[in-house]
């Protein structure tokens, strides 16, 4: 019965649409960058601008997608937190500051996401299920990282990019939805999209890689991630979608990679959404929830020989 269920899941796949609402000026690249209070101010305003772009995007298309907040993102604009909350989209964390993991030891990162969950919840007055790792920095070397989320009360988690990268990516986690295990706990691992050519596995589901390559690359990619695995998970940022923006002080190969492909992806965000079915990333976690015990385990640090399968899971 459990097999069956799964089945028909592979069948119908769905996109989990998501979008990490941080200011460019918070991410990874722009870290050493010296920037005016001003510069700053206005690439908040600019988060707004593309937030309520994408809100009418989205209803025009009658299509719920989950949005993983910055902390400090949400705090400037509550009133868009709420705003798509009553819209049905999802609300979840992506940190309070958008440190990476690397940055921040246990106790850091427990007080980080704390504070930005209890700000989403403050807004919302709804419990956060999802949280998104900044710059998907959860490691081999974090297992601690997932024994404080579960113990913050997240379902599900969004962090894991199984694939080889300079700056994150763990190549050998599945593909398909799995059950993350670190120090004593689980979570549900809900990772980005990819797709697989032979031994070669390209990543297609979202940021710098979705600007990269032509829509219809990421379409063949997607349509193989939707008939493997039953999902296929995608992320973007607001500051993608803004065309017009003042360029960060980056090198010529960090602002390559920054800026690529911004000019198109307003009607490439369009085109897509009228080809796909989608689901929120909540929604997909109590699925899975239904078969977790088909899913594939993946262990992070030491876990599996320290807990061997005495793992702690949260059901809803
Ligand atoms: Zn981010």
Redesign the pocket.
Known sequence: MKAARHESHLRDGRVILSF?I?AVH??EAARHCALSADWRSESYQRVARQVEWLRRVLDRYNVRATFFW?GKVAWRLAYLVRALHREKHEVGC?GWS?RALWDMNPEEFTKDIELNKRILENITGEPVAGF?A??FSISQEKPWAVQSLYELGFHYDSSIYPIVHDRYGLAAAPRGPFRLVGGTAELLELPPATWQLGPVRLAIGGGGHFRFWPLFICDVGIRQALRDTGYAMLYF?PWEFDTDQPKLPLSLFRRWRTYTGIKYMRGKLQRFLGQYQFVLASQAAKELDRHRASLPVFYLGAAKAEMGKQTQGRLT
């Open positions: 990490d941080e918070q991410i910055v992506h958008h998104r900044p710059t940022h």
